[in-house]
């Protein structure tokens, strides 16, 4: 019988690489990953890594075995999680990733309402943009994600199609301008009237959606700087080294000194949502959290 703590470790070994390495990452002695391997592969009763010196590589069987993990462990967690809440054994937790600018806007309030209704369940954080963070809640590093999309595209409504969204907000975008800028005073702004401006871009995925507002409204921007850092981008701003645009959750979460926020026309939005596992949503903490997401974006 294939038991979960050794799929933990098998998927350790495989992202690490060594046994030293994964018995680092999980916090056991390097002999402990070791006697767990072989007792993997005695259930599994085939090899399923090859050791050449110091490196480990996978076998085929191996593969499909890492392949099937983080199904087999998702599940198994939402059964625990969902069986402790009814025996009462203990309220639960929530692993939940988010990206910056919703770090610092949404996730205070969902947690503070979280603690207060909730003591008991244990809720961690971490920070990662979108596809990356919808891949750690598939590979089961995570209960909750925070994501957004630039436009429902077929090709991106597919990428979800799998998981459970909840629909957060609809972010607008707006313009970032030098105080002492031409267009600082304006009440609203086309992309071409930017063309000649020197950019600021942000994170890898803004920065490509960036390039096609302005390719749809007729030019290329020149981007001469970019950072996966919304401060730096206002703080570039407000140096005057070039414009921007960012979403109007990240300028919440910045005070644009020496920057002015401009409306631009037509309107440019992203979709924020909140994302689970079918198995998980089904989880009492995971659920109250997306509740409390909900909540928070409806502020």
Do not use: N
């Not at 018995?23 to 890594?49: D, F």
């Not at 069987?61 to 009814?86: F, K, P, S, Y």
């Amino acid at each position: 019988m294939i038991e979960a703590r050794h799929l933990r470790v098998l998927r350790a070994v495989a992202a690490t690489g060594s046994f030293s390495a994964a018995a680092r990452e999980l916090g056991c002695t390097q002999p402990a990953v070791s006697q767990q391997m072989k007792a993997l592969e005695h259930s599994a009763g085939t090899p399923l890594l090859i050791r050449t010196g110091r490196e480990m590589r996978l076998t085929q069987a191996g593969e499909a075995l890492v392949r099937h993990a983080a199904g087999i462990l998702a599940g198994l967690t939402a059964a625990e999680e969902e069986v402790a809440a009814i025996a009462g054994l203990r309220a639960g937790r929530v692993r939940l990733v988010s990206f910056p600018s919703g770090s610092s806007t949404l996730v205070p309030t969902a947690l503070a309402a979280m603690r207060e209704d909730h003591p008991g369940t244990r809720v961690s954080l971490v920070e990662a943009e979108p596809p990356r963070s919808v891949e750690m809640l598939r590979e089961g590093d995570c209960d909750v994600a925070l994501a957004f999309r630039y436009g429902a595209t077929v090709a991106e409504s597919d990428a979800w199609d799998d998981l459970v969204v909840r629909p957060l907000l609809t972010d607008r975008l707006v313009g970032l301008v030098p105080e002492g800028h031409r267009l600082a005073e304006a009440d609203r702004l086309g992309m071409a009237e930017l063309a000649e401006e020197s950019w600021i871009a942000g994170c890898p995925r803004c920065r490509r959606h960036l390039v096609e507002v302005c390719e749809s409204a007729g030019f290329t921007p020149r981007i001469d700087f970019a950072t996966d850092d919304y401060p730096a981008v206002v703080g570039l701003v407000g140096a005057g080294l070039g414009v921007a645009v960012l979403p109007e959750l990240a300028v919440e979460s910045v005070r644009p000194r020496g920057a002015r926020t401009v409306a631009l026309e037509p309107a440019v939005r992203r979709e924020v949502v909140a994302l689970t596992l079918p198995d998980l949503a089904r989880v009492p903490a995971v659920s109250a959290m997306l509740d409390r997401l909900e909540r928070a974006a409806a502020r």
